[in-house]
């Protein structure tokens, strides 16, 4: 499975400010994925990111406020724009395919 | 209602088993996964089992499947302290590649 090498670990903004978490797999991957985890509560997907084309976003997400890079097969990057404490979560990177799908450590956001 | 469903709590004592059930809507799904979660850390890859199977066994661990149900269960043998975490299923769905989750068991270990 690929392991994955997610930063920060964890932030503390202000709010309107942005934020960008970046995620290194080891190996080539097709597809990433992007994941909230708001507290207490289990894991939403953002979007799938795949290389060389626009992320697909999942209903109730859009790009202006999570825009999402991918410029090759082997990293991503997630924006969080234009903050308000209501982003404070954990937001996870994903890759993988049938037999394991692996996360990245995960970024602790807060904001203030 | 939620495609993936788990009980919220689960509270076992050292050396028991443990037994997390988890219930899943979509048939068309081709895998389906147990992830662990401790305080502070990201989800560790427990073990997965395709769909065609009924059965899964890796040391402490064995995943059951019921197709026809569409029940999934893992069952942690001889549970110890630092198996104390959040339990997570999740479903690959066959349409977009995308994992669903289940709200997640808290499984406590007691001494």
């Known amino acids: 499975s690929a392991v994955i090498s997610q930063k920060p670990s964890r932030d503390i903004c202000q709010r309107g400010t942005s934020l960008t978490i970046q995620c290194q797999v080891d190996s080539q991957v097709t597809m990433m994925f992007w994941y909230r985890q708001q507290p207490g509560q289990s894991l939403t997907l953002i979007a799938t990111a795949n290389q060389g084309s626009e992320a697909t976003y999942e209903s109730g997400f859009v790009i202006d406020k999570f825009p999402i890079s991918r410029p090759n097969l082997t990293f991503s990057t997630l924006t969080v724009s234009n903050m308000s404490p209501e982003d404070s979560s954990i937001y996870l990177c994903?890759?993988?395919?049938?037999?394991?799908?692996?996360f990245g450590s995960g970024t602790r956001l807060t904001v203030v | 209602g939620e495609d993936v469903e788990q009980s919220l709590f689960l509270s076992v004592r050292e050396g028991d088993s443990s037994v997390i059930n988890c219930t899943y809507t979509d048939s068309s799904s081709t895998y389906l996964y147990w992830y662990k979660q401790e305080p502070g850390a990201g989800l560790q890859l427990l073990t997965y089992i395709f769909s065609n199977m009924d059965m899964k066994q890796d040391q402490r661990l064995t995943v059951l499947l019921n197709k026809k149900d569409k029940h999934l269960s893992l069952r942690i043998a001889d549970t110890q302290t630092g198996d104390s975490a959040i339990y997570f299923c999740a479903e690959l769905k066959a349409a977009g590649n995308k994992l669903t989750f289940g709200g997640g068991t808290r499984v406590l270990v007691k001494p």
């Open positions: 994903s890759a993988g395919q049938g037999g394991g799908y692996t």
